[in-house]
């Protein structure tokens, strides 16, 4: 069943199991949530704590009382980041959630001189490397713009990244296969910043050019035992709702 989860928890562990059905793309925006005594028999629980359940949701924007329907999912939820999308692929091969798409697909090997890509790829100023960007899309509305920074070494292990081509397999489990060395994640870090005009274009906003407009922005390195293999960025337009984990 698809709501199904371990009984004899409290109010946060079923906002939880409903949190996650949200991010992974298992309930939809518009897509009811069982009603009260459903969620009452099927977890074991009390109607308070259903309440307080709903009310924590409610309260993060991910849910919405819709009359007659009772609580539905909220139309635009949240946006994920590259890393949960990396999560939400390894637990049900979903690489877009319902309503989601991308465009503006680019790779373009460039001089690399932003400092703190550098550090983090431990690359020297000016150093080549693919840069992979694209926007994702919820109901064709842009509401992020992605780009992956790939150092020399980890495309020579997997050329895919290079080619002017969506990717079928995920760079981690690539890299893992043909060199026997698992990838890790480091810490995911998120900033505010002002937009570059690039980004505004891409996030389909228009804003006098003078205007300083704030973007949200999260970034990632992921290693192998001894070495940096990418940096990943994500940058937010405004009024964007992002789940930030561990």
């Known amino acids: 069943m698809a709501y199904r989860a371990p009984a004899g928890k409290g109010y946060a562990d079923l906002a939880a199991h409903f949190r996650d059905q949200i991010k992974s793309g298992e309930l939809s925006p518009g897509d009811p949530l069982p009603s009260v005594p459903e969620i009452r028999e099927r977890w074991g629980v009390a109607s308070k704590t259903v309440s307080r359940a709903l009310g924590v949701l409610k309260g993060e924007g991910l849910v919405t009382s819709r009359g007659s329907l009772g609580t539905v999912v909220a139309e635009t939820p949240m946006v994920i980041t590259g890393t949960d999308r990396l999560d939400r692929m390894a637990r049900n091969g979903r690489r877009y959630g319902p309503g989601e798409t991308s465009s503006g697909h680019r790779v373009v090997r460039r001089s690399v001189v932003d400092q703190e890509v ?129």
């Open 118 to 246: 550098c550090d983090a790829l431990d690359l020297e100023p000016h150093s080549e490397a693919v840069i992979r960007i694209r926007v994702f899309r919820t109901a064709d509305r842009p509401t992020t713009v992605g780009l992956s920074v790939y150092p020399p070494h980890t495309t020579h292990v997997v050329p895919e990244l290079g080619e002017d081509a969506r990717m079928t397999d995920q760079f981690d489990k690539l890299y893992t296969e043909r060199t026997g060395r698992p990838v890790t994640r480091g810490q995911r870090v998120a900033r505010a910043r002002h937009a570059s005009q690039e980004e505004l274009d891409a996030l389909e906003l228009d804003f006098p050019a003078e205007a300083a407009v704030p973007v949200m922005v999260t970034t990632v390195a992921f290693h192998d035992e001894d070495k940096p293999l990418a940096y990943w960025e994500d940058v937010y337009g405004p009024g964007s709702q992002v789940p930030i984990g561990e």
